[in-house]
Nanobody, 131 residues
């Protein structure tokens, strides 16, 4: 089992920044794909960014966050970060970290993965963007 714990959420004004962290523990995949999902009240969870073990780049960004959010990781700490800049009220929601063993097709893609495609989930951290 892969255990995931998110942190770093909070309240910020529009235009502000936050950095979320997701720490993995337990089972280690040879190559782990880790993603951040966002869920606004009454909405589905949607994937907004993803990366994989050893990658220096994000492999997927949702259009709504591209250019403002950056996903990166510290493999030694088994931690994946989501740096969020130029935050907007519509970025508010619960942010979840998700993980699975990567499969062919994960490394280069333009479409988000669905919630059910990830095996392991954290409990989430709340982000509120409001003036």
């Amino acid at each position: 089992e892969v255990d995931l714990v998110e942190s770093g959420g909070g309240s910020v004004q529009p235009g502000g920044s936050l950095k979320l962290s997701c720490i993995s523990s337990g089972r280690q995949y040879q190559t782990q794909c880790t993603a951040w999902f966002r869920q606004a009240p009454g909405m589905e969870r949607t994937e907004i960014a993803a990366t994989y073990t050893g990658s220096g780049l994000g492999i997927f960004y949702a259009g709504s966050v591209k250019g403002r959010f950056t996903i990166y990781q510290d493999n030694a700490k088994r931690t994946v970060y989501l740096e969020m800049n130029s935050l907007r009220p519509e970025d508010s929601g619960m942010y979840y970290c998700a993980a699975r063993s990567c499969i062919l097709g994960d490394y280069v893609r333009s479409q988000p993965r669905a919630e059910h495609e990830y095996e392991h989930w954290g409990r989430g951290t709340q982000v509120t963007v409001s003036s």
